[in-house]
């Protein structure tokens, strides 16, 4: 569901080192972590679009990610809380705005500042 005046952050953990436990650990850790934050509207899991045949559960979710609504007035301080925290680890994030989309990965701390300013200057365009 997408609350009306928001902003659709998707983030995934894409460590290649990591066990896709490992991964999903640390959404998990994640997603506590901004449901305690009031700028973030809702947070949880990635249903699976194309779950394994046979799949007994509604769906299933995508290992080690995590998206979270955030009103477009805060979605830039989610930006920076999100780049202080994950700062050294590999992810790959995207955001959406009215239709528009933007997908970047980072791998290091300096690329995720990167990510950040570009995703920070993509929700200032109009």
Do not use: W
């Amino acid at each position: 569901m997408v609350i009306p005046n928001t902003v659709t952050l998707t983030i995934g953990f894409i460590d290649p080192e990591l066990e896709p436990e490992d991964r999903d650990d640390a959404a998990q850790r994640l997603m506590q972590e901004l449901r305690e934050i009031d700028e973030v509207e809702s947070v949880g899991r990635v249903l699976d679009p194309n779950p394994p045949e046979g799949n007994k559960a509604l769906g299933g979710f995508l290992v080690g990610r995590l998206a979270a609504e955030v009103s477009v007035e805060n979605a830039k301080k989610v930006l920076g809380f999100l780049g202080d925290r994950l700062g050294g680890k590999s992810i790959q994030f995207s955001v959406e705005d009215n239709g528009r989309k933007l997908s970047v990965t980072a791998n290091s701390c300096e690329e995720l500042e990167a990510a950040v300013k570009a995703a920070k200057d993509f929700l200032a365009a109009p």
